[in-house]
């Protein structure tokens, strides 16, 4: 694990969700991801998927302001 990969996770502790994905017909993709504090969250496309969960999120309930 390099050095900012180990501050990353210092930072924000691991959230847990549940991720469904499908192919509503060839070559398109929907996925649904469901966070632990209830938030959901749509994708119409892998890549907005990946961008997203590539994000560090911090562990403030979805309900607080600022960034995230």
């Known amino acids: 694990m390099d050095e900012t990969t180990a501050r990353l996770r210092a930072l924000a502790a691991p ?10 017909a060839p070559g398109e993709f929907s996925a649904r991801l469901v966070l632990d504090d209830g938030s959901m969250h749509d994708f119409d496309s892998p890549f907005e998927l990946a961008r997203f ?4 999120m911090s562990n403030a309930p979805a309900t607080s302001s600022g960034l995230r």
């Open 53 to 56: 969960l590539s994000t560090p």
């Open 15 to 24: 959230r847990r969700g549940l991720l469904t994905w499908w192919t509503p």
